[in-house]
């Protein structure tokens, strides 16, 4: 029943699994400077308890997987800073109620 997960500032490479879906437990996900590649998975929908999300200073591409991300009900803090995403910031983001700290300072949106 693992409830908080913070990966910082080690030589990790490679790219975010889809199975981190399945710990729906979290309430807090930080995955930060670990020079990991690939798109956000889709999968982090699963993870509907969590309040804090970081997945700053890392490499990942794609576009902001809001289908997902809007199942975070309770979700208080989302920093995505420094990350190489597609697209742009939808709306829908404004349905995240508990929502309080967001960045995407450093951010590139093309």
Avoid: Y
């Amino acid at each position: 029943n693992l409830k908080r997960l913070a990966l910082t500032d080690m030589s990790f490479s490679g790219t975010l699994p889809q199975s981190i879906g399945q710990l729906t437990n979290l309430d807090m996900l930080v995955i930060f400077d670990l020079f990991l590649s690939g798109t956000i998975p889709t999968e982090i929908g699963f993870m509907t308890k969590l309040t804090m999300l970081n997945f700053s200073r890392n490499q990942l591409t794609g576009t902001l997987p809001m289908a997902s991300i809007q199942n975070f009900c309770s979700l208080e803090t989302l920093w995505l800073e420094g990350l190489l995403l597609t697209g742009t910031i939808s709306t829908e983001i404004g349905k995240l109620k508990s929502l309080q700290d967001i960045s995407f300072e450093h951010t590139q949106f093309s």
